[in-house]
């Protein structure tokens, strides 16, 4: 069966992923489309906007035939572990393509720059000018959207592998806060919060408008807490706490009563407000750099979602030794214990009620829908 993998966030799913995933099938003749998801955590530092078994419902009623979990330590790193992750995993599925968003839509350019080889003591020259280091990296190369570095990334990581790379050109940009048919995750996001209409460019909108939204906001009062009472030494412990940025951020804790004044406050020509919000989620999950220097390799598949199609497809896999986790239990435990702490954390800005029926939700294990 001919595979094509998308690595993804569907935070939320709209109408671009949709055409992303109709152009994918049109160009490769896939015969299984996989989606290599994140959980309840984003790439960004964020929670995601609707929990993690909405957003793969959505994309299996809309062309996608299994979702893949992308474990929790990867789903909240930078652009080379994320993609790093992601393509692991599909190369654990032996697929045949990848698929990816860029906003240049030129291939070999990317390629190009994929394989370039990256200074880094020239980036850390150009930032000790004052200028941040995604920008440092794009002076290196050209400038660079959100979704072409990302495709850079997913081109660094499968090279030395027969995957092909198909890529399709976005039709707005990553912070396009336009609503029409094909609108950005982050513009349907900023919609919900302003009370605009979102039915036109998102086939989750009737969940979406009814979803309790997880936002960073609603954890300010654990973060302050947390960064105000622990010692700058135990944070800095921490996954991916480094160059003293536990005391800045306790500094910014102390001078500021709002999560909005608190990350402004933050944000550097050395730190982005993913880099600060990323450490963030690792202090509260109190993931520390000795706990993922330890992790073994992954080497299972985590579904969350399937359909017909990808039940034949998952069978013809366990025949072929992949370790394939349809049940939690399945999952090793070092990382099953992770993504359970993720959901706690997640949940703990719901409702009780919601909160427990996502906790069963983690334990039960994966959702077969039908066609």
């Not at 474990?71 to 599925?93: E, H, N, R, W």
């Not at 730190?271 to 390799?297: D, F, G, H, W």
């Amino acid at each position: 069966m001919k595979t094509c993998g998308i690595i993804c966030e569907y935070n939320p799913f709209h109408n671009g992923h949709k055409y992303q995933i109709e152009q994918t099938k049109k160009r490769t003749n896939a015969d299984v489309m996989l989606a290599v998801m994140t959980g309840h955590f984003t790439q960004r530092g964020e929670p995601a906007f609707i929990d993690k078994w909405q957003r793969a419902e959505a994309a299996i009623h809309n062309g996608i035939d299994v979702v893949i979990e992308l474990p929790y330590i990867y789903s909240t790193q930078a652009a080379s572990q994320f993609a790093q992750g992601g393509v692991d995993i599909l190369k654990l599925c032996n697929v045949d393509y990848i698929s990816f968003g860029s906003e240049c839509g030129n291939l070999e350019n990317l390629k190009e720059i994929a394989e370039t080889p990256v200074n880094l003591n020239h980036i850390r020259e150009i930032m000790d000018t004052g200028v941040s280091f995604p920008k440092a990296y794009s002076l290196l190369t050209s400038a660079m959207e959100p979704n072409d570095i990302l495709a850079v990334c997913y081109l660094k990581a499968i090279q030395d592998t027969t995957i092909k790379p198909i890529l399709i050109e976005r039709n707005t940009g990553y912070f396009d806060e336009s609503i029409q048919h094909i609108a950005s995750a982050y513009a349907i996001r900023k919609a919900i919060q302003n009370k605009q209409s979102i039915s036109n460019c998102t086939p989750m909108a009737e969940q979406i408008t009814n979803a309790n939204h997880v936002t960073m906001e609603r954890f300010y009062p654990y973060i302050r807490t947390m960064l105000l009472m622990t010692p700058s030494e135990k944070l800095s412990t921490y996954f991916l706490i480094t160059e003293g940025i536990e005391n800045h951020l306790k500094k910014s804790a102390e001078k500021n009563a709002t999560y909005e004044g608190f990350l402004s406050d933050c944000i550097t020509y050395r730190y982005t407000a993913s880099k600060i919000r990323r450490c963030l989620v690792q202090m509260m999950m109190q993931i520390t750099k000795e706990y993922v220097k330890n992790l073994p390799n992954m080497d299972t598949i985590r579904i969350l979602a399937f359909n017909d199609t990808g039940r034949q497809w998952l069978h013809e896999k366990r025949k072929a030794d992949i370790h394939v986790a349809s049940r939690f239990a399945d999952v090793p435990e070092i990382y099953r214990k992770m993504e359970y702490q993720a959901t706690q954390l997640y949940t703990s800005a719901l409702p009780e009620n919601v909160k427990q029926k996502l906790l069963k939700e983690e334990i039960r294990g994966a959702h077969y829908i039908k066609d």
